[in-house]
């Protein structure tokens, strides 16, 4: 969900300046200073003991915000202020609500998970920005049908997990989530109805295909012996669906 529409989104620009780079490092080094901050939180503020990790935990923590500081430095000089303080701030609020969850333990939240998806797809926003020096309206276009996909699969994947515990249950599934993804769903089929519509083929395309492979998975998760299937395995074909889906929306975006 990070990496994928940075390429998508340097692919769209169809013009290269290196500003992307530090983008690109901006972006790996604020998700990966999550974890670091993380243990020094809970050292500070839950763990009663001197943690082992600790130390460790604030080299790495170190590290990577003096990455994201060279990184952010690049871009003040090359982004619009106004772009800088919308960024900057949906850096800072995300990169907060990430913490607190990931310290609380609530990391598996379906709601911080969506939000998850819809800020760390817009790192698409950021490369184009790199790229051209604002944000197209077509990146717009990228950012809400990537994050309308990865919303969609994130609920799929919890509805395969309430499936799973059921099994080893006598209490039937949960259909909270499940509904909710046929829900997404829908919301996807309406919006392939209107590419359809605007003779956006590809994007349609698109949409029909991550529709179908959604709707294969919920199918699938009514068989106990599908139920089966390593976790391994359901993570390499949806990383498969999202790679294709992410091809047909540059072809239909070109």
Known sequence: MLLTPIACAAILARHWHWSELATLAAAF??????????????????????????????????GWMLLLLGSGLVLLASWPFTA????????????VLAIAVNVKNRQ?????????????????????????GTIPRWCWWLWMLLAMQATAGILVVHARLDARIALRSAAPASLQFRRAAQVALGVMACAAIAAGI????????????????????LRGQLDSTALQMPLKRVGQRALA?????????ILGLW
């Not at 800088?84 to 800072?92: A, S």
């Not at 760390?120 to 184009?128: D, G, H, K, N, Q």
């Not at 669906?241 to 929306?249: D, I, N, R, V």
């Open 108 to 132: 598996r939240s379906t709601l911080f998970q969506i939000a998850s998806a819809a800020a760390l797809t817009s790192s698409s926003l950021a490369t184009a920005l790199s790229a051209t």
């Open 84 to 95: 800088i303080v919308g960024m900057g701030l949906g850096v800072v609020l995300y990169s």
């Open 198 to 217: 605007l003779r956006r083929g590809w994007i349609a395309l698109a949409l029909v295909v991550a529709i179908v492979g959604f709707w294969t998975d």
């Open 29 to 62: 080094a604020a998700l990966a200073a999550k974890d670091p901050m993380v243990v020094l939180l809970r050292q500070r503020f839950v763990w009663k003991q001197r943690n082992p990790e600790t130390a460790n935990a604030a080299r790495w923590f170190a």
């Open 241 to 249: 669906l999202s790679s294709l889906f992410s091809a047909l929306l």
